[in-house]
């Protein structure tokens, strides 16, 4: 999930065990060119202030009115909670335009006040954990219940019971601590990866200021092993050293993760595979694997224009990645016809079936 939804749990969080009144708002579906997609949160706070958001438009400053008058009904009622409720904006062309809807667009959001907030404590640290959570909310109780996850399985809303899922940050591990690093690790922090560096080279020590990645001390190796790449996870090897290189490259082929690149020539690249193969008994699949040359053909010569081709190259990678493993869970799935939403596929109006 992206990281800005894991800061409005942490906002909403630290606000009610500051003694504020808050709101949770999701998105669960969307049709035409809505800004933000199913699954995106909004945090209000009981004084107006906020944390995400679900339009980017004029639909934030109605839900604060709204979310003010929900939190005010349940102090007036001696602190009774308020029930989660279903909300709908965009219905018609002059709505739309008043709430700040492209093309017409229609949002469709609960609102959910929050009592307890145990469950958002334990997303957290599931989160943290790298495990994918499941979140069920009975609209008609306002009871949360959390399972876990799977990749693949999607947003679900009935009209009864939304689901929603939340997720690791996605991780990037670079290989070493030179210019290139450098260039890669401030782009891949912008597009919300957690960036981890590892250089046993002293000489390399002092190269990177803490703001845009953390340095992990050991041998490439033995820090992918510790790391335990999943499928949030990304290496690329950038050192051009075959002696640190190669080995963090063995672990990595080996993982979960969902990319392995390396940085050299295509004849360096091929002699790259022949020797592990040769040395370090990897299968020809595991070799497949090896992003190399890294990063997309856009013809990069400077540093930064590197960095944006292996950037693009993961998350191209990243995405298809998604896309096949949402796939196998509608494949996989019984044929319930719950309504499914596609959060973060960037689909309006998408629905199918997915493994409960």
């Known amino acids: 999930m992206d990281s800005l939804d894991l800061r409005v749990l942490a906002d909403a969080l630290a606000w009610r065990r500051a003694g504020h009144a808050v709101s949770l708002v999701t998105v669960v579906q969307t049709w035409g060119s809505a800004p933000r997609p199913p699954g995106a949160l909004l945090a209000v706070r009981g004084d107006g202030q906020v944390s995400g958001s679900v339009s980017g438009g004029c639909v934030e400053d109605d839900l604060i009115v709204r979310a003010k008058a929900a939190l005010a009904a349940g102090v007036a009622m001696a602190g009774a909670a308020t029930r989660p409720e279903l909300i709908v904006y965009g219905v018609d062309q002059d709505e739309a335009a008043r709430f700040g809807l492209p093309c ?6 609960v609102h959910e006040p929050l009592q307890s907030v145990d469950w958002i404590e334990d997303v957290l640290t599931r989160t943290a954990a790298h495990q994918l959570v499941a979140r069920t909310l009975d609209l008609a109780t306002g009871a949360v219940t959390l399972a876990p996850a799977v990749r693949g399985q999607e947003l679900v809303f009935d009209g009864r019971q939304l689901t929603t899922l939340f997720g690791p940050r996605w991780r990037l591990l670079l290989i070493g601590a030179g210019q ?5 690790a401030p782009m891949a922090a912008l597009l919300d990866f957690e960036v981890l560096v590892c250089d046993p080279r002293e000489e390399y020590a002092g ?3 803490g703001a845009a990645a953390q340095r992990l001390q050991g041998m490439p190796d033995d820090v992918v092993r510790e790391l335990m790449p999943d499928a949030h996870t990304a290496i690329v090897a950038l050192t051009h050293d075959p002696k640190l290189d190669d080995m963090a490259l063995l672990e990595a082929l080996k993982s979960a993760a969902f990319y392995v690149g390396a940085l050299g020539s295509k004849r360096n690249q091929g002699t790259r595979k022949q020797r592990l193969a040769e040395h370090f008994d990897l299968s ?18 400077t540093p930064a224009e590197i960095a944006v081709s292996i950037l693009a190259e993961i998350v191209q990678v990243r995405n298809a990645a998604y896309l096949r493993a949402r796939r196998e869970a509608v494949v996989t799935s019984d044929t ?9 596929a960037g689909i309006a109006a998408s629905t199918c079936v997915v493994a409960r």
Do not use: I, M, Y
Request: avoid cysteine; hydrophobic fraction near 45%; proline fraction near 5%.
């Open 336 to 344: 319930a016809p719950d309504l499914v939403v596609g959060a973060r």
């Open 207 to 209: 190269s990177f200021d």
């Open 104 to 109: 017409g667009g229609t949002l469709r959001l």
């Open 284 to 301: 020809a699949d595991e070799l497949a694997r090896l992003h190399g040359p890294v990063g997309l053909d856009l013809g990069a010569r």
């Open 180 to 184: 290139l690093s450098q260039a890669v």
